[in-house]
């Protein structure tokens, strides 16, 4: 699993109770992310109710609570690191011609029929008024 930085940023005072975040799975709900570290002015993180230690993985349904007294304007910064979603596979292919000027799917798992035409396996087919259109499922 590929992470990325993922910074919570404060540049000034939170209200008295704090800023409230509550974490959900859905994406960008912090679902998954690991707080590391804090830099800047002093920033007090309570995990449901509990004083923050480091490094901390958030679950859906945690609640954290940023609080801030410092107003110099100066950022406050909570490191941490998420994972990076898993995108789907393309719904293309790359077209490229060979020497003679036929198409060459380039991502395409093809086999061969007993009559030597190639199926692509990788793909479903639709006949539209004649034409072929593959769509790429893997």
């Known amino acids: 699993m590929s992470?990325?930085?993922?910074?919570i940023l404060l540049a000034?005072?939170?209200p008295?109770?704090?800023?409230t975040l509550t974490?959900?799975?859905?994406?960008?709900?912090?679902?998954?992310?690991?707080?590391?570290?804090?830099?800047?002015?002093?920033?007090?993180?309570t995990l449901n109710g509990q004083?923050?230690?480091?490094?901390?993985?958030?679950a859906a349904g945690d609640v954290l609570v940023l609080q801030r007294t410092?107003?110099?304007g100066a950022i406050s910064t909570v490191h941490a690191l998420a994972p990076l979603a898993e995108l789907p596979p393309p719904t293309t292919?790359?077209?490229?011609?060979?020497?003679?000027?036929?198409?060459?799917?380039?991502?395409?798992?093809?086999?061969?029929?007993?009559?030597?035409?190639?199926?692509?396996?990788?793909a479903t087919a639709t006949d539209s008024e004649?034409?072929?259109n593959l769509e790429r499922t893997s």
């Open 3 to 7: 992470l990325a930085p993922l910074p």
């Open 12 to 14: 000034g005072d939170t």
């Open 16 to 19: 008295a109770e704090g800023f």
């Open 23 to 45: 974490v959900d799975a859905a994406p960008g709900g912090y679902a998954g992310a690991t707080l590391l570290s804090t830099s800047g002015p002093p920033v007090t993180l």
């Open 70 to 72: 410092d107003t110099s």
């Open 51 to 58: 004083p923050l230690t480091f490094p901390k993985l958030l």
């Open 130 to 132: 004649g034409y072929i």
């Open 93 to 122: 292919f790359t077209v490229t011609t060979d020497p003679d000027g036929f198409p060459v799917y380039q991502e395409a798992q093809t086999t061969p029929d007993a009559d030597g035409y190639l199926t692509v396996t990788n």
